[in-house]
């Protein structure tokens, strides 16, 4: 199987429970933040995202929080199936001339029955 | 069929060897990425191009060498293995104005 999880920091939870994975970014002239999951076998999968001149945004089951002055990122998972068993990346928009998105290292959320 | 097709999806070669992984997408995106994927480590930028005349190198890009023959088509290729090149690759494309990325499956190359 995919072996991506390895080394990663790990957040298990039951089934039914909340999960919130943090996230912290590098460049505070980042202006649009993404959340991606990827599961064994698959490339990364769009979650939700939210641009800079936002705190909050939400979508089904999942909220993402956006703290500036910290640099921070959060990803909420409301009612955790086991399906959402997955590593999860945030990623930033640089900006700029290049544009690019950088990643984070990524959570494994494993989900128990 | 998929967005953004990655072949092959699986590949052991022998060091030394030159490899192409190729990658073509249905989304009419300017814009294709090579990232690649080590434990730990997250996804890291080989090659881009915004488009068919335009490359430019990420930030590990020695080693490796990247044709965008066509706007659809973008292949990455490991001109003589070595062993630290194991890892999973991934494409993506992304469209002008817009922020998110499209990834491909991965190949999954094994150098020894």
């Known amino acids: 199987g995919e072996s991506v999880g390895l080394h990663l920091p790990t957040l298990s939870v039951q089934e039914g429970d909340n999960s919130i994975i943090n996230c912290a970014y590098s460049n505070s002239a980042s202006d649009y933040f993404i959340w991606y999951k990827q599961e064994s076998g698959k490339g990364p999968q769009f979650i939700i995202d939210?641009?800079?001149?936002?705190d909050k945004r939400q979508g089904q089951r999942v909220t993402v929080l956006l703290n500036k002055t910290v640099k921070h990122l959060s990803l909420q998972i409301a009612a955790t199936q086991p399906g959402d068993s997955a590593v999860y990346f945030c990623?930033?928009?640089?900006?700029?001339?290049?544009?690019?998105?950088?990643f984070g290292t990524g959570t494994l959320l494993a989900v128990q029955p | 069929d998929a967005d953004v097709t990655q072949t092959p999806r699986n590949r052991i070669t022998k060091t030394g060897k030159r490899i192409m992984l190729e990658c073509s997408q249905t989304?009419?995106?300017?814009?294709m990425y090579w990232y690649r994927q080590d434990p730990g480590l997250g996804l890291r930028l080989i090659y881009y191009s915004f488009d068919v005349k335009d490359i430019n190198k990420g930030e590990i890009s020695d080693g490796y060498s990247v044709s965008r023959q066509a706007q659809a088509k973008f292949s990455l290729s490991l001109e003589s293995a070595i062993p630290n090149q194991t890892a999973l690759y991934f494409c993506?494309?992304?469209?002008?104005?817009?922020?998110?990325?499209?990834f491909g499956s991965g190949t999954r190359l094994t150098v020894v």
């Open positions: 990623a930033e928009n640089m900006g700029g001339a290049t544009n690019k998105l950088i």
């Open positions: 989304k009419g995106h300017d814009r």
């Open positions: 939210i641009r800079s001149n936002m």
């Open positions: 993506a494309t992304r469209g002008a104005g817009n922020y998110g990325y499209t």
